[in-house]
């Protein structure tokens, strides 16, 4: 009990960034709690009652004072704000090309998942120095997906999906807590992260008995929903092909254009009608909510993901249009 | 800023000169009291705006993220029974406006008939309010109770749109129904030719709630009704 | 004399002998009637003030057993089922029914009509529904303690509270539900009474600081309940008839709930800080025998404090999901807010300069605000920093924060407000040394409770946590510790408050020789208040004539 600590590890590539931006608040704030309770201490002293019948003399206000003081503390707080919104910014932005990790909050754990198709409960195995962007959601309620080492958190909401990313910096185990009240078990929504040389994590995915990628997964799914029988990849079928889609820009029918990411994709399974692709007007596409779960979702989205090649060009096209074929044809892509 | 000129004396114990009948005595004077009152309905009012505000800011946000059902779930209200509960609303804030001007002018007679007819027109719209959502019962349009919409990607769209119909519609339904039961006061009142030229505060009070349920009804109107109106018949 | 008369200079009544008169408000007429369907302003004082002690001491309850169960980091002392419905039913009580009505409906209710020089408030009859509904709300929230509680926390998030959430969440509601239609009816006629009531000679800038205050409060109150009324009704829609406004499955969203209560709670922290600001103006003159130095400048910061205070809701939502660029938006204002803040600890501080400080159990309580006060609005800018509130969102860093706002800082001086008016509401002095011990005790137990809060937060523990990492157990029990000189802290003035009502001396109308209408009148004063509408001619807090401009 008493070897306890007073200062949060820091772990990855923005906790310095956010203990810099910390500790100029602790310096500024300890300046101005000095400066009133020295002044307020002295005034007491100082101008202590002597004479019961002693009025004080009157006092002029003097506006140039009440500007200064009021303008300055002012300038301050945009210097904190400017700071702190860089490295919001900076928190919420995630890099390209990072590696992607998910997690599915329920009541009370966290299901991590590894694009390799690791799973993990309540904990969360990365290697250290890379970007690890983590796409979220929850099967019930809101939950809080928070990491003190890293000095991040993030919420994940039903129906929606949100990202975090971090760079771990330093090998070791830190905290995972669930940080949204969540009912009962809220304080045992916890676990770690363990934060592994590169080496030891390829040998960790190595040893861990892992089943199918979630790519794999999401391409049984794909084909058991029934998803391949229209979403064919040459463009024949009645809806639009989904190849080399992701990421990349979608016509819709009511002229606007999307940018196929994640939550594009979770809606366009679950809601078919939302934002339908340009010449599919009369598209027939069910809805699948209730049929798969908020797992089984991020794996048809990561099997999706596979079906892009990392330089595609946008390849969405009204089937009027005879699309030209690819110049690589290939299969599924795995 | 203003303030009344007054007396310094004008209320020791003992005061004896005459108030219109209503007077409060917290008030220096009539005058002071109506003032009070007027205001303190309109801050009253503007409070019941920031609650209808809620519901208003939750509709256009949830419009604006699903057109299609809104507009479909809005195509299966009807139409010109909700133009006939607009119209019957407006003539209400007429005969309460008149009731107003009665009692400003001392015609207790009318005071009292333009009150009843302002409650009769007021229980018209309420009855048809009740065919209406009669209706909703009969064609599974309740949600959480028996939804159901044929076309399945407007569902959730049109279901969205009948909590906020529901929601709404009952929220006004239910300050109708507190305006009916002070109109039930007021025409107890009246009766007793408690208004008259010198004390009609309330009266007036009484009117500015009554109009201000009328307009929160003239935005539900097209926001509710009309707003698939366009897709016609049989959509 | 009429309206055009020559303005004298107005002089106070010569002295009183520190007697009690003989008749006032609390001996008037007797019998539980006529305190029940009483609407003298000052007896709805006394009513408003039994019941929100009353909630003050459920709230401290459950607050005791939360401190006690996080002595030891497991969950060992109590399920963690009655652990979440305790500090859920400590926020409730708390928030709704002690806190949000607590100046303004004692300190508030009993000196409004007064500094206005006013007989009573504009509507005396709905000053009594008001106490009728705080009552009908107190009632839910008993009955929802009886039924066992509810763990949904004070905030009520769905989907967890509409749809998960065991407990009787609809009675909790109701019962916030008529708190908040309380509050609105108090604030409804602070505003009509300040607007029109205000005695002949007494200008917007001639009325005190409490006053300015109690008006912005009162936009607040109007203008902010109504939302989370409304927002409370639909959780419970949405709750009891499965009208989905917040399901995905329908295209709702559960974070338009969020947007829709914050819009509300966070213009209720000010509810909840602007009388207690009002409140430090009227003691830092009264025991500085001097005006308040920038006075214009002091009353405009609590109008601005209440119109900014609309515009900030959104910093709650920084890692909700909330766009980036929302969050910056929100950042900045929330900035904003505080400078007005601080432009009234400046202020008094100037005030205090060449002053004449006495050290009474209020001025105690003053001090201490301004200590506490500063520490809980300095940490507020970490949180209103994106950068930080992304690591301190939902940890014990907001805890402390906001207990060192609204029980270090609101409480600190309402109690310094109690011991200032207490002679005038009862007419009975109190045992001064007592009110500077508990005072002192208060500010080191706050402290010690408090303090190690932000330590605790910044290093990663998450609030509502019935259990923790063996790690964070120090700062835990240096916490419940300090829980407990709090508590003794405010037994205290329970005890010599009461005390005094039986045993205390006579106050006389003006104990600490302050300047002000309701020190002007008998203490306890009479029913009508004033025997003549007084005429004011002076300046605020004129102790030293002329000053000023």
Redesign the interface.
């Given at each position: 009990?008493?070897?306890?600590?007073?200062?949060?590890d820091a772990a990855s590539s923005m906790a310095g960034?956010?203990d810099a931006?910390?500790f100029f608040?602790v310096a500024?704030?300890l300046f101005?709690?000095v400066l009133?309770?020295a002044?307020?201490g002295y005034?007491?002293i100082k101008?202590?009652?002597?004479?019961e019948n002693?009025?004080?003399?009157?006092?002029?206000?003097?506006m140039v004072?009440?500007v200064v003081?009021?303008v300055i503390?002012?300038f301050i707080?945009?210097v904190?704000?400017a700071?702190?919104?860089?490295?919001?910014?900076?928190?919420?932005?995630p890099p390209e090309g990072a590696m992607e990790m998910y997690a599915v909050g329920k009541?009370w754990m966290w299901k991590t998942q590894h694009p390799e198709g690791h799973r993990e409960i309540n904990e969360l195995h990365v290697p250290v120095g890379r970007d690890i962007k983590m796409t979220m959601t929850t099967e019930?309620?809101?939950h809080?997906f928070?990491i003190?080492?890293f000095?991040?958190?993030?919420?994940v909401?039903?129906?929606?999906y949100?990202t975090m990313w971090f760079k771990p910096t330093k090998v070791g185990k830190y905290?995972l807590?669930?940080?949204?009240?969540?009912?009962?078990?809220?304080?045992?929504m916890?676990g770690s992260v363990h934060v592994m040389e590169p080496a030891d994590y390829e040998a960790w995915l190595a040893g861990v008995n892992r089943g199918e990628t979630m790519a794999q997964a999401g391409e049984r799914l794909f084909t058991r929903l029934g998803c391949a029988s229209c979403h064919q990849e040459d463009n024949k079928g009645r809806c639009p092909t989904l190849k080399d889609i992701y990421n990349k820009p979608v016509p819709l029918q009511n002229g606007q254009r999307v940018i196929a990411d994640e939550s594009y994709l979770r809606e366009s399974i679950l809601?078919?009608?939302?934002k339908i692709v340009a010449g599919y007007q009369n598209q027939e596409m069910?809805?699948f909510?209730g049929q798969v779960s908020e797992d089984g979702l991020l794996q048809i989205v990561a099997y999706i993901k596979t079906l892009t090649k990392p330089d595609a060009v946008a390849a969405v096209a009204a089937p009027a249009a005879a699309a030209p074929k690819p110049a690589t044809k290939g299969g599924n892509k795995k | 800023m203003a303030t009344h000129a007054t007396t310094p004396n004008a209320h020791s114990d003992d005061h004896h000169h005459a108030h219109p009948p209503g007077f409060a005595h917290q008030f220096e004077d009539i005058g002071q009291q109506l003032d009070s009152t007027t205001l303190g309905m309109w801050v009253f009012l503007a409070q019941e705006i920031m609650f209808f505000g809620g519901l208003f800011c939750g509709y256009s946000i949830y419009r604006s993220l699903?057109p299609?059902g809104f507009e479909a779930a809005s195509n299966h209200l009807n139409v010109p029974l909700g133009f006939a509960n607009t119209v019957v609303l407006i003539a209400s804030s007429l005969t309460m406006a008149l009731a107003v001007r009665a009692a400003m002018l001392g015609d207790n007679k009318w005071v009292l008939r333009w009150l009843v007819g302002t409650l009769i027109l007021g229980c018209m719209f309420l009855g048809v309010k009740i065919i209406e959502y009669s209706d909703k019962f009969e064609h599974h349009l309740v949600p959480g109770y028996n939804f159901q919409w044929a076309n399945?990607?407007?569902a959730?769209g049109a279901q969205m749109f009948y909590v906020f119909y529901f929601t709404m519609t009952g929220m006004h339904a239910l300050h109708m129904v507190i305006g009916a039961g002070l109109l039930l006061y007021f025409i107890y009142k009246a009766s007793k030719n408690t208004y008259h030229p010198q004390y009609f505060g309330p009266i007036e009070n009484m009117g500015l709630y009554w109009h201000f349920v009328d307009i929160v009804w003239i935005f539900l109107f097209p926001l509710l009704y009309l707003l698939g109106y366009h897709l016609g018949k049989g959509h | 004399m009429s309206a055009t008369a020559i303005p004298r200079v107005h002089t106070p009544p010569p002295p009183d002998p520190p007697v009690r008169p003989a008749k006032h408000y609390i001996n008037a007429t007797s019998g539980l009637a006529s305190w029940l369907l009483t609407v003298d302003h000052k007896r709805i004082t006394i009513l408003y003030l039994i019941s929100i002690t009353i909630f003050f001491a459920i709230g401290g309850f459950f607050a005791m057993l939360v401190r006690l169960e996080l002595i030891t980091p497991q969950?060992d002392l109590m399920t963690?089922?009655t652990y979440?419905r305790s500090f859920s039913m400590h926020g409730i009580a708390m928030v709704f029914f002690f806190l949000i009505p607590s100046i303004p409906a004692t300190l508030g209710n009993f000196l409004v009509p007064i500094m206005c020089g006013a007989r009573d408030l504009a509507f005396p009859k709905i000053n009594l529904l008001s106490w009728y509904c705080f009552i009908v709300g107190a009632v839910f929230a008993l009955a929802t303690a009886f039924m066992g509680g509810v763990?949904t926390?004070w905030t009520f998030?769905t989907?967890?509270s509409s749809?998960?959430?065991n407990g009787a969440v609809l009675t909790a509601i109701l019962g916030a539900f008529f708190a908040g239609f309380s509050s609105i009816l108090t604030g409804l006629n602070f505003i009509v009474t300040i607007h029109k009531m205000r005695a002949p000679g007494l200008t917007w800038f001639r009325m005190p600081l409490f006053l300015w205050a109690m008006y912005a409060t009162s936009i607040i109150q109007i203008l902010g309940t109504p939302v989370v009324a409304i927002t409370l009704i639909l959780v419970g829609l949405e709750r009891g008839l499965g009208f989905g406004f917040f399901d995905?499955?329908l295209?709702?969203?559960?974070?338009l709930m969020q947007h829709l209560f914050w819009f509300y709670s966070h213009p209720a922290v000010y509810v909840m800080i602007l009388p207690p600001l009002g409140v430090m103006s009227e003691l830092t003159a009264a025991f500085?025998?001097?005006?308040v130095?920038?006075?214009?400048?002091v009353a405009l910061s609590s109008v601005a404090i209440a119109v900014i205070s609309f515009i900030v809701w959104g910093h709650h939502l920084?890692?909700?999901?909330q766009s980036?660029y929302a969050?910056?938006v929100f950042?900045?204002l929330t900035?904003?807010v505080?400078?007005p803040s601080?432009?009234k600890?400046?202020?008094w501080?100037?005030?205090?300069?060449?002053?004449?400080?006495?050290?009474e159990a209020p001025m105690i309580y003053a001090?201490g605000f301004?200590?506490l006060f500063?520490?809980g609005g300095?940490?507020g800018?970490?949180l209103?920093?994106?950068?930080?509130?992304?690591?301190m969102?939902?940890?014990y860093f907001v805890v402390a924060h906001f207990h060192y706002i609204m029980v270090g800082s609101a409480i600190f001086s309402y109690m310094g407000g109690l011991h200032y008016w207490w002679p005038k509401i009862t007419g009975k002095l109190y045992n001064d040394t007592l009110g500077c011990i508990s005072a002192v005790l208060i500010f080191l137990g706050f402290n010690a409770t408090f303090f190690p809060q932000f330590?605790l937060g910044?290093?990663?523990m998450?609030?509502?946590?019935?259990?923790?990492?063996?790690?964070?157990?120090?700062?835990n029990?240096c916490s419940s510790l300090g829980a407990t000189l709090l508590a003794v802290g405010y037994v205290l003035p329970a005890i010599y408050f009461t005390w005094s009502l039986f045993k205390g001396k006579d106050a006389g109308p003006n104990p600490f020789k302050a300047k002000g209408l309701e020190w002007e009148i008998p203490s306890p004063p009479p029913t009508e208040n004033f025997t003549k509408v007084p005429v004011v001619n002076s300046e605020p807090y004129d102790?030293?004539?002329?000053?000023?401009?």
């Open positions: 009990m008493w070897n306890f600590p007073l200062f949060p960034q956010v931006l910390y608040l500024v704030s101005f709690t009133i309770f002044g307020c005034f007491a101008f202590k009652r002597v004479d002693f009025i004080p003399a009157g006092q002029k206000d003097n004072l009440e003081w009021s503390p002012f707080t945009l904190m704000f700071w702190g919104a860089v490295i919001f910014f900076r928190v919420y932005t009541q019930d309620v809101i809080s928070f003190p080492a000095r991040v958190k993030k919420d909401v039903p129906g929606k949100t905290h807590f669930c940080a949204e009240y969540c009912g009962n078990q809220h304080s045992g916890i809601k078919p009608q939302a069910p809805t909510q | 699903m299609a399945a990607a407007e959730p | 969950g963690a089922e979440n763990d926390g998030y989907p967890y749809t998960y959430a995905p499955k295209g709702g969203d559960p974070i500085c025998r001097r005006r130095y920038g006075y214009h400048f920084f890692t909700s999901g980036v969050g910056m950042s900045v900035f904003l505080g400078i601080a432009i600890v400046f202020n501080m100037a005030t205090m300069f060449k002053a004449s400080i006495s050290f001090f301004i200590g500063t520490i300095v940490t800018l970490f209103a920093t994106l950068g930080l509130d992304i690591h969102h939902d940890t330590i910044y290093m990663g998450p609030r509502r946590y019935h259990a923790y990492p063996a790690e964070f157990q120090f700062l029990i102790y030293a004539p002329g000053a000023g401009h």
